[in-house]
């Protein structure tokens, strides 16, 4: 019975011992990523983005192409995990974020953000002029009166806030 349970206490001890001495990373220990700059409820929000599940664009933006991504798309009797970003097509301004987090990290409060989002491409339907819209209310609003086209795509990105509109920052960006 002694046996068992020093048996027992030191392969516990190995087990913990090898999670704590992972091989140490030689050189940087950090990945630099493109930042990005988008609009949420009249506010510029800092992301990087990493991920994109439509071929083409994920070569234009040198991200990793990842398919399924859009699988997180709402199927039937399914909720989403999606939230919406509107791209403009022609680069006119910077995209528009429907959701936030209040703060990044473990201090979010805002559950309905989420860093996958489904593309929706905007397209002026005149020359572009005047304000930048910087809500989803605005983009809506822009389409309702015909200055602008939405096209819903089946493309999901991942895009996660670095920098809340708030201007708090997850931890090592600066």
């Known amino acids: 019975m002694i046996q068992r349970r020093l048996f027992l206490v030191l392969s516990s001890l190995l087990v913990l ?4 001495n992972a091989p140490v990373v030689t050189g940087s220990a950090e990945t630099v990523l493109p930042l990005n700059r988008a609009w949420f409820e009249g506010r510029k929000v800092d992301y990087i983005t990493t991920d994109v599940s439509d071929a083409t664009m994920a070569q234009k933006l040198g ?27 022609g680069g006119e301004q910077i995209s528009v974020f429907q959701s936030a987090p209040s703060a990044p990290g473990t201090a979010a409060t805002n559950d309905a953000y989420s860093p996958l989002w489904r593309v929706v491409m905007v397209r002026p339907l005149r020359p572009v002029g005047g304000p930048e819209l910087q809500s989803e209310e605005q983009v809506l609003a822009a ?6 086209t939405l096209e819903v795509t089946d493309i999901v990105v991942n895009c996660p806030i670095t920098r809340s509109a708030g201007g708090q920052a997850l931890k090592g960006v600066r």
């Not at 699988?71 to 989403?80: F, I, Q, T, V």
């Open 143 to 148: 389409a309702e009166r015909g200055d602008v």
């Open 63 to 89: 991200v990793n192409h990842v398919p399924r991504l859009a699988d997180a798309l709402p199927g039937p009797g399914r909720r989403s995990v999606v939230e919406r970003v509107y791209k403009f097509a």
């Open 17 to 20: 011992t090898a999670c704590a």
